[in-house]
């Protein structure tokens, strides 16, 4: 089970991937809407909905947003949500969590791509029917990935190693010395700021469905 850190003062989506037995498909349905009616009647709830990968498949994915972390907590360590949880414990069984403050992500898995598809098509509101059909996307090719990272990763590598170069005497330091400082520096850059930005503004290129060819 996976669970990422979240930011206490930003609404909060948590993704739940559950494994159903196929048999008490029925008997899910219902559960789960119970689920998200019951975390409508707490204090800073944004929405919720669910979607699952096939008719026929166990995989069932289970979201809702929150206002921030501790209307989320309160929702999590309540009574309500332990009763329910209890009650589906003999068909339904949690395999994996994950806690995002935004849906931009890199490039994402397909848990993380079940977040994306509910706010893609702007259901993270309250939902009052049953699950929504909705494809879990594929990662990006392998090239477009490529492509998205040297977009940051040049202007980045560019203007900094112009700046480390204006440090006196570094030219000098050992070749090994230079790189690792350089990456120690890069790297944050990268990975908090620059590709998070570069993927959401190419975020409709990278999701665009491969054309088929004949």
Do not use: C
């Not at 809702?64 to 309500?80: G, I, K, V």
């Not at 706010?119 to 490529?146: C, M, R, Y």
């Not at 202007?155 to 990456?183: C, E, H, I, Q, Y």
């Amino acid at each position: 089970m996976l669970e990422t850190e979240a930011t206490p003062t930003h609404p909060i989506t948590v993704a739940i991937e559950r494994r159903v037995d196929p048999a008490r498909s029925v008997e899910a349905t219902s559960w789960m809407q119970a689920g998200t009616d019951l975390a409508a009647r707490f204090d800073g709830y944004l929405g919720s909905g669910w979607v699952r990968t096939g008719e026929q498949s166990d995989l069932w994915y289970m979201l809702y947003r929150f206002r921030d972390l501790d209307t989320l907590e309160a929702w999590e360590r309540s009574d309500q949500r332990s009763w329910w949880l209890d009650s589906g414990r003999v068909f339904a069984r949690e395999v994996r969590i994950e806690r995002r403050t935004g849906i931009e992500g890199w490039f994402d898995a397909p848990l993380a791509s079940s977040v994306e598809a509910f706010a893609a098509a702007d259901i993270l509101a309250p939902v009052e029917t049953g699950p929504v059909a909705l494809p879990i996307p594929a990662a990006p090719p392998a090239w477009k990935q490529a492509v998205t990272i040297w977009l940051g990763f040049f202007p980045v590598n560019l203007v900094g190693s112009w700046l480390l170069l204006m440090v006196p005497t570094f030219a000098d330091w050992p070749l090994a010395l230079r790189v690792g400082v350089s990456t120690l520096i890069f790297t944050p850059i990268m990975v908090f700021w620059v590709l998070p930005w570069v993927t959401r503004m190419l975020r409709p290129w990278l999701t665009r469905p491969r054309r088929e060819r004949g």
